[in-house]
């Protein structure tokens, strides 16, 4: 009979004794510095009465032994004994207080026996993070003082006394900073420079840290830069301006202000040009100029120079004496403009004209009057005599007989100045108007 021991004896040991080995990729875990973590084990089992055994070690960016257990026996490293505790119900390690030194890969060994005489053994590596949080920062300047525009640069650093991980964003006037030619960053965005410092560089800047726990602001830091001059104007509220050339009422007191965006402020000389010659007439930033003064149109320059940016520029203005409106007419004011105030005045002149004429044709105060005066019933039936307007015939009559005719001949008191003779004359006068309202005859007596 041949011997069966040699295949059959391996299927039994291998039936009796199973090994089983899980290498598993690094899992991550974050932790908070000055907190608690727990390091889990991620392989299933039953931990029974036959055994279970292993060790926690550290193995990146050192190695150190932190505990080891078989059974219900835990050993700790003495330089991890007040921090660290072992789990013997499911093996996980728990740290008491994370800290900057515990960052870095674990690795947990462990061997399971189960009842059926088998061994399991399991291999796990977890990568901790301690992310501790982040101070406020601190901004520092190079050069601390205020820069020349277009000739010096600016550094800016924002550091941190506590804090990993930390992402850096630069703000300036609370806006963030875009990165351009003259804006460049460092590759961990912590350093800002400013090459050739320019007047719209001027502002508060200020550095924004953050990570996975939190996040500070730092103080602003003031960038003053020195400028100018730039916008040059001659201005003043007593003149009338067309252009460069401003006129004045005579006998007024003119003050003249030479404006100018510069940093620091300009120091400004106030010039009389002539054709031949030139004269300063007055240094400071007004200038005051009496009218009477002047008998003819006169030229003058103001001149701005910034004593720092040793930079100038000048405008150049006329002067003249004539009378003007004092009155302003701006429409944001309220008041009218000329144009509207030529075709107000245009309009009332053309409807007063209308007016007077109709006035003139149609008589209607006496058009009302007799209209009034009249009877009701005459006014509803309207009789026609031959002599609508009684007003007409009022006055004297004589009746004048005249030898050697048998009919009176009527006639009024002024045609009797041209006979030849008026004594064989015989007149009687009567008051041929009969029907006359009192009221009129009253007021005509009167």
């Not at 796990?124 to 300047?141: A, C, F, N």
């Not at 007077?356 to 009034?372: A, D, E, F, M």
């Not at 005599?385 to 008191?413: C, K, L, N």
Request: proline share 5%; hydrophobic share 35%; net charge negative.
């Amino acid at each position: 009979m041949e011997p069966t021991g040699g295949p059959v004896a391996l299927l039994l040991c291998a039936s009796v004794v199973l090994l089983s080995a899980v290498n598993s990729a690094p899992g991550e875990i974050r932790g908070t510095y000055g907190f608690p973590l727990t390091l889990p084990v991620r392989a299933r089992f039953q931990a029974r009465e036959t055994g279970i055994g292993g060790s926690w070690s550290k193995v990146e960016p050192d190695h150190s032994h932190l505990a080891s257990f078989e059974n219900k026996t835990v050993i700790v490293n003495r330089l991890f004994e007040r921090n660290v505790r072992l789990n013997l119900i499911d093996a996980s390690l728990y740290i008491h207080r994370l800290e900057e030194a515990y960052e870095g890969n674990y690795k947990l060994e462990l061997y399971v026996d189960h009842d059926n005489g088998t061994m399991q053994h399991v291999t796990e590596i977890v990568r901790v993070l301690v992310d501790v949080p982040v101070s406020t920062p601190v901004v520092e300047k190079s050069p601390p003082y205020a820069v020349l525009e277009d000739e010096e640069s600016v550094t800016l650093v924002c550091s941190v006394a506590r804090g990993n991980r930390v992402e850096y964003q630069w703000l300036k006037d609370n806006r963030p900073i875009v990165a351009s030619t003259r804006h460049e960053f460092s590759s961990a965005q912590d350093i800002l420079n400013i090459s050739h410092v320019k007047k719209g560089d001027m502002g508060q800047y200020s550095c924004l840290v953050k990570n996975f726990v939190n996040e500070n602001q730092s103080q602003p830091v003031n960038l003053t830069v020195f400028y100018g001059p730039y916008n040059l104007a001659v201005r003043t509220d007593q003149a009338l301006q067309t252009g460069d050339v401003f006129m004045v009422n005579p006998g007024e007191q003119v003050f003249f202000d030479c404006m100018a965006d510069s940093n620091p402020p300009n120091s400004c000389v106030w010039i009389s040009v002539t054709s031949n010659d030139t004269e300063v007439v007055m240094t400071g930033q007004r200038f005051e100029v009496m009218s009477p003064q002047l008998a003819q149109a006169k030229e003058y320059v103001c001149r701005a120079f910034n004593n720092v940016t040793r930079k100038q520029d000048e405008a150049q203005f006329t002067l003249v004496v004539g009378y003007r409106e004092k009155e302003k007419y701006t429409q944001e004011g309220g008041f009218m403009s000329p144009l509207a105030a030529v075709t107000l005045c245009s309009v009332l002149i053309i409807f007063g004209m209308t007016f007077v004429l109709w006035r003139r044709s149609c008589h209607p105060r006496r058009v009302i009057r007799t209209i009034s005066k009249r009877p009701i019933s005459e006014q509803r039936h309207p009789r026609r005599s031959g002599h609508e307007d009684a007003s007409e015939d009022f006055g004297i009559y004589e009746f004048v007989a005249v030898p050697g005719r048998m009919e009176a001949t009527q006639s009024s008191s002024r045609s009797l100045v041209c006979l030849d003779s008026t004594q064989d004359l015989h007149t009687t006068i009567y008051d041929v108007i009969r029907r006359i309202p009192e009221t009129p005859t009253l007021s005509l007596l009167k």
